[in-house]
């Protein structure tokens, strides 16, 4: 008779019960500390890039010099040029050979191999950076002396491959969850093959694409490993050029060019974001 | 059946040929559809791993490159030193330290990601829907902000004239600044700071789809707080928390740019060793080995925590 | 008129096969309303989707007017369908949704323009042409859908379990505005359902499927009144299945009787049965209670349980051979009592398993 009784409060206090085991709080607390640890060192160095001063602890007076200065470095304008000619190659090549390799994994049926070749697609992701740096470098070095060809084309050609799995991850996700009566709906209507793709598969798809290629984008702008050890002279890309003003000591205009790498990376991955919600 | 096909021949010849213009048309598009991507990436991607494995197996040119002769050197050299003068090999543990350090190093980081995210992943599966996706956007986008801006930051922190022991000058705790950059301590933090996002988001998508009133259903049983915990969330959340170690592990052993600017070069970890070899150190054959075996552990890793998931669902099933 | 002859469809191969549709022959006439009833599984979604051409059949020929289109694509298929969750294209709107199918067909704008409005009237949208979809309730979007399909004046309609989504209220009225549509366009509506009432209640012809066959095909009231199989008196409305004995026939009529009762001659479902023991329907509602002890009654039990419902009660009697019955009737017995049961015997029927 004792266990009823026990059982009693516990069935009174039900509703307060479950919340206060859904709220651990100390979880709570533990949160926004993580949160806090993530995002200080990066406001800390936003910050003080508006810092009239040199150091990167006493703040003077909001100033826009480093900015200026950044702007006036040749170097630094270099450096960028090459980023985005790099990462905008890669983004659309990548892109579109994700999508189409998205299209033939979700749609029309399994077959042999699928998986093997999704894993193929994803194997950049699978191993670490710094392996796939060196085995590159090996590989076109020898690609370099056998074909004679040199320039740009072969740090592009190194950022696509790394840009696939990126771009390919949204795509995919998306067609899995678009069900396939759109273009059943559509060849029923008369629509051909490629008119069901490009009046329907490929519009409603457009999120996911635009989703992939910032991603790709954001990725390749960021690389530093397989950039560094690839790279021939002269392609040096703005991550590369930080490094080497970090190596040498702190500089504020690096805090400057940093601040609009992380403004430009934060706004592409907010759209995106946007983009995949407004799909639900 | 046979007579019945028999009955209306050219009908089901359309048909056969129809089953089998479709059939080949859909494996033609497929093709086209699926061949950029796997010439691409096995050319660009697979074929240099290969190629590594081969220089592997040679010497190493004066200038960087190699020599076309074979040789198991690069692999020799990792446990003993060739003495210049009588060629004899010498034990040698400078690079086993470096390979410990790194496993060392990269385990903690696991483990240290863990215990932070776990509890943030699930706070965040515990908060009303419309609430989760801010804390998820919130969680991942320093993730998507450039590693070695990120690393910088942390950099401009923990220096000597950084951040933190400023505030402990201030506030009197210390009188000189503690040495807290190029130490372990430092790369650790940097690592875990890295990867936090790795770890939190699969275990929150283990417990995305947790019901709640499981726990009340536990709590109804008798089940104390913490025995809820270790019956219920835990088991659920297992496959997540498996899949996370994996992710931070991988890349924490691979990590450059953390050891290369917190470590200051001198606390040394594989990757740094690999681009080394690759650079001032001219020894390309032996960076291709380090590297291959690099990637061997992290297979490995995978393999075991793929084993470790399935584990989990052959119980269920 | 469609002309379904000899078609199998299996999925996968080797093995893993499973075999969907078995060998089978159906012909819908033309300009009907004609539904294919079934529980989930029995096949009747493959078939359409085979009229449709979403699916090739493993075997077998599928004709439309005299001419073969089993092998044929979708698009190029003079058959459009309303799927059972509308697959309206999201990122157009309404009119674009209306006039895709003829967008497709590259017709004139004028053309397209005009059988837009057109079919907007029909389907009475008027006044959403330019909404987005997903701004419509389920009912609006039912109704596009069935514009959509027909705006390019089909020579068949198909229907996948179109009203299963609505809710009850809306349902019982596009049961009606579909019968409208048949009857003002004139198309051949081909509808799946699982739901006999719906079926009961809007088709010219029914055919009764199950495990990848056609059981049986005819008008309502055929299937409701004289059921060839268990399965289709199980399936249809409710209904009693007792055991008699087959004593012979009479021309296209069997004899029968229960128990130690008189003879009756009943209709039958099959002149080949063996005489012995046969399972027999008998509609809960053609039930009468009479006593025990009257020459009327045909089967004699004792009443179990007793439920009102309003416009009547329904009554479980128990057989002496611990059949139940059903029977629905305005006064019920107490419980505990022996009654007898008795039914107009035209409506009884033989049935063939």
């Not at chain 2, 922190?157 to 933190?164: Q, T, Y």
């Not at chain 2, 995305?208 to 709590?219: I, V, Y």
């Amino acid at each position: 008779m004792a266990e009823p009784l026990r059982r009693k409060p516990n069935f009174l206090t039900r509703a307060t019960g479950t919340r206060e085991l859904r709220r651990q709080p100390l979880f709570t607390g533990l949160s926004w500390f993580v949160l806090l640890l993530l995002y200080a060192p990066i406001a800390i160095l936003i910050v003080f890039s508006f810092n009239d001063n040199r150091s990167v602890v006493r703040w003077t007076e909001f100033s826009l010099r480093w900015y200026a200065a950044a702007m006036d470095n040749g170097d630094i304008r270099h450096a960028a040029g090459i980023s985005i000619q790099v990462a905008l190659t890669a983004t659309v090549v990548s892109t579109m050979i994700a999508t189409m390799a998205a299209l033939a994994t979700t749609r029309g049926g399994g077959f042999l191999g699928r998986s093997a070749a999704i894993a193929l697609i994803n194997q950049p992701l699978m191993i670490p950076e710094i392996v796939t740096a060196i085995a590159t470098l090996a590989f076109f070095s020898m690609l370099r002396q056998l074909t004679g060809l040199t320039g740009l084309g072969w740090l592009i050609l190194a950022h696509t491959v790394f840009c696939i799995p990126f771009a390919f991850m949204p795509v995919r996700a998306r067609l899995a969850d678009m069900s396939e009566t759109f273009e059943s709906a559509a060849a029923d209507l008369y629509a051909t093959p490629w008119q069901a793709f490009r009046h329907v598969t490929l519009p409603l798809l457009m999120p996911g694409i635009l989703a992939g290629a910032m991603l790709a984008f954001v990725v390749s702008l960021d690389d530093v490993i397989i950039t560094l050890l690839v790279a021939g002279p002269g392609e040096t890309t703005l991550p590369i050029y930080i490094l080497g003003q970090i190596r040498r000591g702190v500089t504020p205009e690096v805090n400057a060019v940093s601040t609009v790498l992380i403004v430009l990376t934060v706004a592409m991955v907010a759209m995106t974001f946007l983009l995949q919600r407004n799909r639900k | 059946m046979a007579e019945l096909v028999q009955q209306i021949p050219k009908a089901s010849e359309n048909l056969q040929q129809a089953l089998h213009a479709r059939a080949k048309g859909k494996r033609r598009v497929r093709l086209f559809l699926l061949l950029p991507a796997l010439m691409i990436i096995g050319i660009f991607g697979l074929a240099p791993l290969s190629i590594a494995l081969i220089y592997s197996f040679l010497e190493p040119g004066t200038y960087g490159g190699v020599e076309w002769v074979f040789s198991t050197d690069a692999y020799v050299q990792f446990l003993f030193e060739r003495d210049i003068f009588d060629d004899t090999l010498s034990f040698n543990s400078a690079y086993l330290q470096i390979f410990g350090r790194s496993f060392g190093l990269a385990i903690f980081t696991m483990f240290g990601t863990l215990m932070l995210g776990f509890p943030v992943a699930y706070f965040i599966a515990a908060r009303p829907p419309e609430q989760r996706n801010a804390w998820l956007f919130a969680i991942t986008l320093p993730f998507w902000t450039n590693l070695l801006i990120r690393t910088y930051s942390m950099l401009l922190i923990v220096r000597d004239e950084g951040f933190i022991n400023l505030a402990l000058m201030k506030l009197g705790v210390i009188s000189t600044p503690m040495q807290m950059l190029y130490t372990d301590g430092a790369v650790l933090a940097g690592l875990v700071y890295s990867y936090l996002p790795f770890m939190i988001l699969p275990i929150y998508a283990s417990l995305e789809k947790f019901d709640f009133s499981l726990l009340e259903a536990g709590h109804d049983l008798y089940a104390s707080r913490m025995q809820v915990f270790r019956q219920i969330v835990i088991p659920i959340s297992r496959p997540g928390i498996v899949a996370g170690c994996a992710l931070v592990l991988i890349p924490a052993l691979g990590a450059y740019i953390t050891p290369e600017l917190l470590g200051g070069g001198k606390k040394l970890m594989i990757g740094n060793l690999i681009a080394m070899q690759f650079g001032s150190g001219r020894n390309w054959p032996f960076g291709s080995a380090a590297a291959l075996i690099l990637m061997g552990v992290v297979l490995i890793a995978l393999l075991l925590s793929l084993r470790a998931g399935a584990e989990k669902e052959n119980r269920h099933g | 008129m469609i002309d379904v002859r000899h078609v199998t469809k299996r999925f996968g191969e080797g093995a893993t096969a499973v075999t969907a549709l078995e060998n089978v022959s159906l012909a819908v006439p033309e300009g009907s309303f004609f539904t294919l009833l079934g529980p989930s599984g029995c096949g009747k979604t493959t078939l359409l989707r085979l009229i449709a051409g979403f699916e090739l059949p493993s075997e077998g020929e599928i004709r439309l007017d005299g001419e073969s289109i089993g092998h044929l694509p979708p698009h190029k298929r003079p058959v459009n369908t309303v799927f059972q969750n509308y697959a309206l294209f999201p990122h157009m709107s309404v009119a674009r949704n209306i006039g895709f199918g003829l967008e497709m067909l590259k017709r004139p704008k004028a053309e397209i323009a005009a059988t837009i409005e057109e079919m907007l009237d029909l389907v009475q949208l008027g006044a959403f042409a330019a909404r987005r979809v997903d701004q419509l309730s389920g009912g609006q979007q039912q109704r596009v859908a069935l514009a959509r399909a027909l705006a390019p004046r089909p020579k068949v309609l198909l229907l996948d379990e179109p009203l299963s989504a609505l809710d009850l209220k809306l349902r019982k009225g596009m049961q009606s505005e579909l019968k409208r549509l048949q009857n003002e366009t004139g198309i051949t509506f081909v509808f799946v359902t699982h739901d006999q009432s719906e079926a009961l209640a809007m088709s010219d012809q029914i055919a009764v499927m199950s495990a990848g066959a056609v059981q049986q095909v005819g008008t309502p009231e055929d299937i409701y009144t004289a059921p060839q199989s268990r399965f289709v008196a199980d399936f249809i409305g409710d209904t009693n299945i007792v055991t008699g004995e087959l004593l012979g026939y009479e021309g296209p009529m069997a004899r029968i009787r229960f128990a130690d009762g008189p003879p009756l001659t009943v209709k039958t479902a099959s002149a080949t049965l063996v005489p012995g023991p046969v399972h027999i329907a008998l509609r809960p509602e053609t039930i009468t209670v009479c006593d025990a002890a009257s020459e009327a009654a045909l089967l004699r039990g004792t009443v179990r349980d007793a439920t009102y419902f309003g416009a009547g009660s329904q009554m479980l009697v128990c057989l002496d051979d611990g059949t139940e019955i059903q029977a629905q009737v305005d006064r019920p017995s107490p419980v505990g009592t022996v009654v007898g049961l008795s039914c107009d015997t035209s409506m009884l029927q033989v049935l063939a398993d």
